[in-house]
């Protein structure tokens, strides 16, 4: 069955991985993207994000069967933010109407490992209540400095997992019948990671933050290959996660046990 996928972030790394392995499958691809793909936009600005979100539909036609949102940075700029999480939550809320159209919608995020890193909890909170302005003022402080201006990206990718799980059950995601997913993957050799891994300096930097004892790096592949099935019609009960997909590195953080948070204290 041939269905039309919209993906952002199609012209490089993760994105353009998925769009290529959808295109193989017979799928018919909208890609969004700065340039380079079937509608150019900028989903750091509001008006971006509506004005490619209208484009998407014009040539969408019919409906839209899908929804893989990969665009993203990870500068230690505000910026970040505004492309990573309401370049993701807006844009996808922009095209819910002609998704719920389909017969079997799916939508799914690229997240991040860097979602379980040290973030700023005040941004956090701000994105989550949709007031961007005041995610972008706290976004620019932050960036005063290198060690606090990481927190862009991790606060941003905490946000995006944070709103999938919360958005993912409710009556315009699940109640349309639409499974809504996010992906978290390691570290993936992809343009954007090239600079960074190329010094010894920057290997060891990356390899202390995402510690990935199964297979080490990652192809954009292994994660464009999770995205089309958590978006084709085989997933159906998949709602709200983060899937790691991190050559174990959330295993190497977070430890064995997950769970006992919540368990009754033992006397």
Known sequence: MT???VITGAASGIGAATAELLRAQGHTVIGVDLAGVEVSGDLSTAEGRATAAE??????????????ACAGISAPIAKTVAINYFGVTEFLTALLPKLSLADQPRA?????????????AELV??????????????????????????????????ALSRWVRRESVSAAWAGAGIPLNAVAPGTVTTPMTSGL???????????????MPLNYHQPASS?????VWLTSPVNTHMAGQTIYCDGGADAVLRGDDIWSWNDAPRG
């Not at 891994?197 to 510690?211: F, I, K, M, N, R």
């Not at 994660?223 to 995205?227: C, D, G, T, V």
Request: charged fraction near 15%.
């Open 197 to 211: 891994l190329a010094s010894p300096e920057g290997l060891a930097q990356v390899d202390a933050a995402v510690p």
């Open 55 to 68: 484009h998407v539909i014009s040539l969408a036609g019919g409906s839209i069967d899908a929804v893989i």
């Open 108 to 120: 799914a995020v690229v997240s991040s490992m860097a979602s379980l890193h040290p973030v700023s």
């Open 223 to 227: 994660i464009a290959e999770l995205l």
């Open 3 to 5: 269905r039309t996928y």
């Open 125 to 158: 909170d701000a994105a989550l209540a949709g007031d961007e302005s005041l995610t972008l003022t706290i976004g620019d402080r932050l960036a005063a400095t290198p060690e606090t201006g990481y927190l862009n990206y991790s606060s941003s990718k905490r």
